[in-house]
Structure formats: C-alpha cells, structure tokens
C-alpha cells in the first residue's frame, strides 16, 4: 500500500471528528464543500499560503485547550440599542438573547432553518465561498461550510433602526465551534452588524456577504480579550453597483487568529473598505490575509491594518489586490503596518498587486517600526511622562484603521478598548 | 534662575566635542540671547538642558532654581519649569494639537502636585492664547504640526509655551523661516509672557528678532563655547560686521 499524503491523512483525522448534517435546503452545499474540501487537504506548514501562519493547531481533531477567561471589561457594544444574538461556545443561548424581530431585517439561525427544503439562504451558503477557493484555496472555509452547526442567516430589506449583533462567547475550555453566517442586502438596503467575543476554545467561522446594488454593510468586529483562545474567520464578500462594505475588525490577545478576507467588486462604482487594528502581547499570533478582487468599473478598495506587538508577538499581513482585465478606473489602496514595542516581536509582510487592466490607481506599501524617538521627546519635552507618551503614539498608530469605522460613538469604544489595552502593560 | 556651569558635551555615538565648556547665569526675570554662526553648538546647549537623548555630558552642570537639570527626565525638567521652542518643531501623526495640550498642561500639573484642569476651563484659555497667535480652531483640530506650515509651527510652539506658562523659555531659532509679520506675532507673544519670575532664552541667527525682543545680555557663542557677551549692542555689531571681527578678536 502506498504511504498515505500527509496532507490527506491530516485531513481524514480532523474529519472523523465531525458529522456531516444531513437534510434540508444546505446539504447539497455541504456534501460539495466536504467534496472540495477532500479534493484541497487542509492546509500543512509547507503550503505557501501559510507560510507565516502555523496551521497545526487547527488541525487538531481536538481543539487544544484554552482557559476560559473572565473579562472585567464588561461586553464590547453592550451600551448601543441593538438586536443582540448570542452563542455560548457556538450553542445559541436563546434566554440570553434579544427576539430576532426587527423592522427592515430578517434575521433567523441557521439550526432552525436547517430542516426547511426551501430557503433564500440557498442561493448563498457555501456559493460565495467555493468562488472565493480560486485562485487560492482557503481549506478551513470549506470545513466550515460542510460542517457549520449553527449560525445567522440576515436577509436585509430596509434600513434597520438599530444594529444586530452577534456575541460569541467563550465558556468552556475545550470547545470547538463551527458558525457560518449569510448576509443579503437588498438593492438600497444597510444595516450594521457587529460582532464581538472570544466565541470557544477554537473557532472556525465563516461569513458570506452579498450587498446588491446600492446597498450598504458596515461590518463591525471585536475579538475581545481572551489569551488561549484560537480562530480562524473567512468573510467572503460580493459588491454590487454602487454599493458599499466597510469591515472593521478589532483582536486583543488571542493565541492564534487568521482572519482572511476575500471580497470581489462586481458592479461597477462599488467601494470595499478593510480595516483592522490588534494588539498583542507575548504569545499571540495574528494573520491578516486578505484579497481583493476588481472586477468592475471605476471602484474602489481600500485596506489599512495596523497592527502593534509586544514580548514576542507575532504579526502576519498577506494582501492583495487583484484588478481583472477591463476594471479600469480602480482605485486600490493598501497599508499595512506593525508597531514593535520591543525587539522580541516581529512583523511578516507579504503585500501583493496584481494588475491587468491600464487605467488604474493602485498603491500598496508596508512598515515595521518601534516607536518614534523624536516624537517621544517631543511629547516628553512637554511633560508628558514616557509611558503616557508612549501610550500616545501607540493609540495614534492605531487611529488611521479605527478611523475607517464611520460611527463615531463605535469608534470612541474602540479606542477605550485600546486604551485599557495600554494601560494593563 | 539657570546656572550653566563649565558644560562640556559629546555625542554618544561617535567621539565628537560639541559643547567646550559653557558658562552662563540667567537671573529671573531676564532675557538673554545667544548668538553665533551655524554648528556652534547652540542648538545642542538646548538639546542638552531639555534632556533630548544621544548626548554626554563629561563635565560641568546646569542647574534650574538649584535643582540639577542634568539628573532629570525630560518630563522632570519640563514640570520643574524649563521649556524649549524647538528649532525644528516635531510632526505627531494621529495626535491632535488640543488632546497633546491638554495631555502635557495636565501631566506637568499633576507633577507639580496640582489639580488638573477642567475641560470647560482648558478649552477657555486655548481659544483665548490660541485667538492672540492666530492660531485657528482648525490647526488646533490637527494633528501636532502635520501639514503646518514653517510658520504655523512656529506659533504652535509659542502656543504650548504660553498654555504651560514655564518659568525659563528657551527658543531655538524661532525666527527663522518667518516673515515679517509672523515674526512679529511670534515676538508678541513672547513679550506676552515676559514678568518677573520668567527668564528666556533667544538662540537666533538675527538681530531682527531682538528688535522686537529687547534682550538684557547677548551672548556669541562660537565653536562649543561663549566667546564673547554684552549688552544689545552686541547684536547691532554682528548684524552689521558678521562674526568675523569678533572671532578674530578674541583668537
Ligand atoms: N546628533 C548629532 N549627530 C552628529 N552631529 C551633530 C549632532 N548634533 C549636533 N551635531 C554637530 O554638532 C555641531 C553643533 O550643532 P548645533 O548644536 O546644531 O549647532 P547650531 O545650533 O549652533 O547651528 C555641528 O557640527 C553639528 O553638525
Ligand atoms: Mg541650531
């Protein structure tokens, strides 16, 4: 007998952990995804795409234990009025959560809708992220496609009063989540959906946006203090005409995250903005990895990650944009940037354009850099003591990506996060 | 109020003299200006007495009121009074001017064993310091001197200089890069702050600016040292014979 692939004998340990759901609308999404997912392996340490990201962890038919930690900050977004979801571990917790009842949104789970043979969220689920599998496979979104226990589906009619928010959170130190959200915006429809908290010990989630033309998403995110815990998050998004999707994503601590972000600007005129700030401290690992496709006329993508690291963290940043022959008139725009705290931490960068069409404005660029000197006398100069100083460049680091958010009293929270962040140095 | 004592200065990093043994004694309430041609050593005195990094100082003293400067955080000296119009005002991306003033007027407070003061009380006195520089609600809005003109930098400097109201001011070349008016405005502002317990510090280039600034003593400095000092005539002699004769003179 020949020796097995490691790649598909890693892939049969994880699966004899899991149980394909069987029935309803999604199984045939899910028996493709699990096809595809075969077909793929899931990632090993010498694949490209994750070279500066340890997979081995996610591999594991067990998540590796992670202490549940109690966060005294009280729940992230808890002041604004909201339709609140919340998961325990990835169960849904109905009496913690609010009635998905609300004007302009239809939002329902996806374990209640499973057994259905006909829903709208057919068209979606698993549709967006098997197109996001090319160029580069992305093993972990197919996983959780195929495998996903629950979730929201948010069919988006009008323009909500308020946001819907899903809170993740983390209570046992073994668990193992898989949640795949689907998200519809309707032609001129918006809504905010936010996200924060730990979720599980392990956490594999995936999110398929579709805004059609004229519609508007601001997704915003926070994966809240919690040191153990691992993730790796997929948004696959679809832009139609004139629409617009602004991501934000906040990470304090984390062991292990890989948020890839895939989104594709089909109508023409269309903007996608990607933001995110993290912070890190000792044994942390944070992997950026995003692609951006322009397939339209005249849009516009704009990336800005900030990330700052210290005693040893580790930030990762793989970014690209790609600009289809005849998507002339794009304007791309990606930054990428890592605040060193000390020489133990380090910063990987793999900033990418790849451009095929003549009539485009396209910059990327990517630093590394401790803190500024000058800058620091200035502000010690002044009176400022040095770790308030500090403090004060470091939150200024991080503005430019909070300031992608454009609800100002979100954005103020934020940064409050951040502050406390500073200030448990 | 300063008492610079036989300073001799190197840089760190490489085995460069710069200042040879300065002397110099401000008393309250006075106005000195020093003067002297480019990379005597002007610029690294201030340097030196704020506390900036990449120096060593191998002999001799500088003290404020007695305490000694040298043994001080840059914050330490700061909160003890001492404040340096930098030659080349530094750009803070991300930090807006007002949240950089309030955060240094309330952390020399609060060094000093003072009450911080209220926003509505902070907000007044800007508008109102703000409003004499020229100084509009938009560049106060701006992040710390990014996009700011030479000049408009400039006149941010006086400004943090008229909120933290030091005891010794030490402007380094504040005039240079500014026309007539703005130098005039920048002038007025000093001369706002000038009384009894406040002592100041004019490096230029210029005898214009102390046209505008009457310094009590004047002082050349040349080659890490004061060479020569004396009254404001002192001034009108290099602005109309350069500093070739002194130079020689004293040679
Ligand atoms: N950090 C530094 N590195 C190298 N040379 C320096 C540094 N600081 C000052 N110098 C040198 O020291 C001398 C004095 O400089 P400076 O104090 O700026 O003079 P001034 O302000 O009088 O023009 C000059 O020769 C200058 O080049
Ligand atoms: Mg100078």
């Given at each position: ?12 340990a ?61 729940r ?18 109905a ?20 057994d ?12 967006l ?6 160029p ?44 795949h ?56 998004a679809?832009l139609g ?24 600007l ?7 903005h ?7 401290d ?7 990895t ?6 339209a ?20 940043f ?19 940037q ?9 910063f990987?960068a793999?900033?990418e ?13 990517s ?7 000058e ?20 939150l ?18 934020i940064?409050?996060?951040?502050e ?6 | 109020?300063?008492?610079i ?34 990379g ?43 404040f ?47 409003k ?15 996009g700011?003109s030479g ?12 909120m ?24 007025q ?8 317990g ?54």
């Amino acid at each position: 007998m020949a020796l097995a692939n490691p790649k598909q004998s890693a892939t049969e340990a994880r699966l004899t952990a899991l149980t394909l759901p069987s029935g309803g609308w999604s199984e045939p999404a899910r028996q493709d995804a699990l096809l595809r997912l075969q077909a793929m392996g899931l990632p090993q340490r010498r694949d490209e795409y994750w070279k500066f990201t340890r997979p081995d962890t996610l591999l594991d038919s067990q998540a590796p234990t992670a202490a549940v930690f109690v966060n005294d900050d009280g729940r992230m977004f808890e002041a604004y009025d909201q339709i609140n979801i919340v998961f325990v571990d990835g169960v849904f917790d109905a009496d913690a959560s609010d009635e998905l009842v609300l004007e302009g949104v239809h939002v329902e789970r996806l374990a209640d809708i499973a057994d259905k043979d006909i829903h709208w969220a057919k068209d979606l689920y698993g549709t967006l992220e098997s197109k996001g599998q090319t160029p580069v496979e992305r093993p972990f979104a197919a996983l959780n496609t195929a495998f996903a226990s629950d979730g929201v589906v948010i069919h988006v009619t009008g323009k909500p009063s308020k946001p819907v928010c899903l809170t993740y959170i983390h209570n046992s130190e073994v668990s193992d989540a898989i949640l795949h959200n689907v998200v519809r915006v309707d032609e001129g429809a918006e809504l905010t959906l936010l996200e924060n908290g730990p979720a599980a010990a392990r956490f594999n989630n995936v999110t398929e946006i579709d805004i059609a033309d004229g519609g508007t998403l601001h997704f915003i995110r926070a994966h809240g203090r919690d040191h153990e815990r691992r993730a790796v998050t997929h948004m696959f998004a679809r832009l139609g005409e004139k629409s617009t999707f602004k991501a934000f994503t906040l990470t304090v601590n984390g062991v292990l995250t890989r948020n890839e972000c895939v989104i594709e600007l089909a109508g023409n005129d269309a903007f996608a903005h990607v933001a995110g700030a993290c912070v890190g401290d000792g044994d942390f690992h944070h992997d950026d990895t995003v692609f951006i496709t322009h397939d339209a006329l005249n849009c516009e993508s704009r990336q800005v990650f900030k990330k700052v690291l210290r005693n040893g963290a580790t930030g990762v940043f793989q970014g690209k944009i790609l600009v289809k022959a005849g998507a002339q008139k794009t304007d791309g725009y990606q930054i990428s940037q890592a605040l060193l705290l000390d020489g133990d931490s380090q910063f990987l960068a793999k900033p990418e354009l790849e451009i095929y069409a003549d009539d485009v404005i396209c910059s990327h660029g990517s630093t590394t850099g401790a803190i500024d000197e000058e800058a620091l006398y200035y502000l010690r100069s002044r009176g400022v003591p040095k770790s308030a100083a500090t403090d004060l460049l470091t939150l200024a680091f991080l503005i430019e990506a909070v300031e992608e958010i454009d609800d100002k009293v979100i954005a103020d929270t934020i940064v409050s996060r951040l502050e406390s962040w500073l200030a448990r140095r | 109020m300063l008492n610079i004592n036989n300073l001799h200065v190197e840089l760190e990093e490489e085995d460069k003299k710069i200042l040879k043994g300065v002397d110099l004694t401000i008393k309250a309430g006075t106005v000195h200006a020093i003067m002297g041609p480019n990379g005597s050593g002007k610029s690294t005195l201030s340097y030196v007495l704020s506390g900036k990094d990449g120096y060593d100082v191998t002999e001799g003293a500088a003290t404020l009121d007695g305490l000694d400067l040298l043994d001080m955080e840059p914050e330490e000296r700061a909160a003890a009074g001492l404040f340096l119009a930098f030659q080349y005002p530094v750009e803070i991306p991300g930090v807006g001017n007002m949240t950089f003033l309030r955060t240094a007027v309330n952390a020399q407070r609060k060094a000093r064993g003072e009450d911080e003061m209220s926003a509505a009380d902070f907000l007044k006195l800007v508008r109102a310091r703000a409003k004499e520089l020229k100084i509009d609600a938009d560049m106060l809005k701006r992040p710390v001197n990014v996009g700011f003109s030479g000049g408009e930098k400039k006149r941010n400097e006086i400004l943090q200089m008229a909120m933290l109201e030091p005891k010794m001011c030490i402007l380094d070349e504040t005039d240079s890069g500014l026309d007539v008016d703005a130098m005039k405005l920048v002038a007025q502002g000093v001369n706002a702050l000038r009384a009894e317990g406040r002592s100041f510090l004019v490096i230029t280039h210029y005898q214009r600016l102390l046209d505008h600034i009457k310094p009590d003593v004047v002082h050349i400095m040349a080659d890490g040292k004061i060479i020569k000092s004396g009254g404001p005539d002192l001034a009108l002699e290099v602005e109309n014979n350069g500093y070739e004769d002194i130079l020689a003179e004293v040679a």
